[in-house]
């Protein structure tokens, strides 16, 4: 019998289990309610067997902890999103008060007493951390108000913004439902702009210029599918599921002057509209005009020229009128694959799978990562298994060069630095790998001065060869841990520890804007897209954008090497001392 497909996740049903079980918990149910859907959950998470034959067979309930009556509420998960009780639960808790479990520290039982006290929103919350009234609260206090403030100010802009990748799906969501349409009079054509053509790594507001169709006539199309659309004298202001964006009117003729008055950012189109000036010129929204007249635009490189510039690659405009960088990295130059996990840890699929897809997709070399031991919660592997997991990747590279390919396998690891900075492996265990990654992973919340100690220590490791995620940021849901990311840059350009741009994009770490003074301290960088399925091989070009953002050439970049012999050279090559 084929197993029927899965249709959610294990570790999507771990977390509803987990938030039914949050909020039985805000609501003051019993306590054995709550208990057993977040027993449930820590069950399920535990299990290490195949998740999808086990839901398939219906054979859920030989988890403890799962009894028939709730394993009857999971399987009803094959015809619905989401869990039955969490409608009802949805039904009794505002959308407010569900968004204060989002502020991390705040856990199900202070959220109700900040319920019970009618704070209701994340902006309520922040306000009441300001003006004394959480300070107040009984089992809260001064400290713990600030912390919490400082938590909720987070989570509040958080709310307001996606991350870049979700804003992509939103934007292509969009654009989607307005295909299906049938047109107006006219095609509208919409050219996404802001901070999503820059390539901003979180996007608040999704702007866009449209062309061949009047404000009108779009505002009559828009209503079939957006839950409010406002005119006004630029274009329309629209919602759309549940969130804002802006629809700039263009004519054809003036495209290129919308395209970069409307792509931003600010103080770059500033910069465009004082070099107009200085020419005699004026650039708005709706064109460039001397005098009266108005230039045709109908590109942006248009524009550009008028003003005696070269044209600025999106990306580029969050530096006001930086010179133009020469060979900017491309998705193209990046040749190898680096910091990836298989099944061996917490990656879903197998060594082979992910050599067989960095292949198909043309690149030269794959450098495995695992995790090390003390990430147990990913699989993290035993000095026994580093050896076993050797053998399996010297048995790939012979199929390969009995297939006469040259394609390059690589075996790394992902090490945990240890709270105090050494690494999770004897050397004698290092010694065996091509090359190191370094991290951290668990231990967050040292003070300033040891978290930054720890890394350096770690950097100053003779088998650290890469530094990943520096800064542990997970976008719009865990700030960085407090560390000083200048004297851990010195420490790597020192010590000539490659710095990661860290791809994928719930991370985006290290933060691009740190990344000129990496440059300008001799740091070298590789952009790697940790990937834990072949489908993570696609981060790559988030990090290029983002290694484009911030001026990065192919040569500041290690995984540009054309071979992995080349690459392992650019890693081991430390600075002259
Ligand atoms: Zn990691
Ligand atoms: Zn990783």
Redesign the pocket.
């Known amino acids: 019998m084929t197993p029927l497909e899965t249709p959610v996740s294990k570790k999507e049903l771990v977390r509803q289990l987990t938030e039914a079980s949050r909020l039985l918990e805000l609501l003051g149910a019993e306590a054995f309610r709550a208990n057993a859907y977040a027993a449930a959950a820590r069950q399920l998470d535990a299990f290490e067997g195949d998740f999808g034959v086990l839901f398939s067979e219906r054979r859920l309930g030989e988890l403890r902890g799962i009894g028939k009556g709730l394993a009857a509420e999971l399987y009803a998960l094959r015809s619905r999103e989401r869990l039955m009780i969490l409608d009802e639960l949805y039904a009794q808790v505002p959308d407010g008060v569900r968004d204060l479990l989002r502020v991390s520290g705040l856990g199900p039982k202070k959220a109700r007493l900040l319920w019970l006290s009618g704070i209701d929103t994340l902006a309520e919350l922040a306000a009441a951390t300001q003006d004394g009234r959480v300070a107040e609260l009984k089992g809260f206090g001064a400290k713990s108000a600030g912390t919490i403030r400082e938590a909720a100010v987070f989570a509040l802009e958080a709310a307001a913004r996606l991350r870049l990748d979700e804003a992509e799906v939103y934007a292509a969501t969009f654009a989607g439902a307005l295909a299906q349409l049938p047109p107006p009079s006219a095609e509208p054509h919409l050219y996404w702009t802001g901070e999503l053509r820059r390539g901003l790594e979180t996007v608040g507001t999704l702007q866009a210029v449209f062309t061949g169709a009047s404000a009108e006539e779009l505002e009559g199309a828009l209503a079939a599918f957006c839950e409010e659309v406002t005119r006004s004298e630029w274009g329309l202001a629209v919602t759309f599921a549940g969130r804002r964006l802006e629809l700039f009117t263009a004519d054809m003729g003036a495209l290129g002057a919308a395209l970069a008055v409307r792509t931003g950012n600010e103080a770059f189109v500033r910069a465009l509209q004082e070099r107009a000036a200085a020419r005699g010129l004026r650039l708005t929204g709706v064109g460039l005009f001397a005098g009266e007249r108005r230039l045709e635009t109908p590109a942006e490189a248009d524009v550009f020229e008028a003003l005696g510039l070269p044209w600025v690659t999106p990306e580029r405009r969050d530096v006001p009128l930086a010179p133009p960088a020469e060979d900017l990295i491309t998705p193209r130059d990046v040749r190898g694959l680096v910091h990836n996990h298989s099944n061996w840890s917490d990656g879903a699929a197998s060594l082979r799978e992910m050599v067989a897809a960095a292949r198909g997709l043309g690149y030269s070399y794959l450098a495995m990562a695992d995790h090390s031991k003390t990430s147990f919660y990913a699989n993290g592997l035993s000095a026994e298994r580093v050896v076993a997991q050797a053998e399996e990747v010297a048995a790939i590279r012979q199929e390969l060069a009995d297939e006469g390919s040259e394609f390059r396998v690589l075996h790394g690891l992902?090490v945990d630095i240890m709270p105090d900075g050494s690494l999770d492996y004897s050397d004698d265990v290092l010694a065996t790998l091509d090359y190191a990654v370094v991290?951290i992973?668990q231990h967050f919340t040292l003070d300033r001065m040891k978290q930054t100690e720890r890394i350096i220590r770690a950097v100053h490791n003779p088998y650290a060869d890469i530094l990943?995620?520096m800064t542990g940021r997970l976008l719009l849901r865990r700030p960085s841990y407090d560390v000083d990311v200048g004297a851990v840059l010195e420490a790597c350009a020192e010590t000539g520890t490659v710095v990661e741009l860290n791809a994928n994009p719930r991370r985006l770490d290290l933060d691009w804007r740190e990344v000129g003074r990496a440059r300008d301290l001799g740091c070298m960088f590789a952009i790697n897209p940790?990937a834990h399925h072949p489908n993570g091989y696609e981060d790559v070009r988030y990090g290029v954008l983002m290694a484009r953002k911030a001026g990065l050439t192919v040569r500041e970049i290690v995984n540009t090497a054309s071979t992995a012999e080349a690459f392992l050279a650019r890693l081991k090559t430390k600075p002259d001392v």
């Open positions: 992902e991290s992973h990943a995620h940790d």
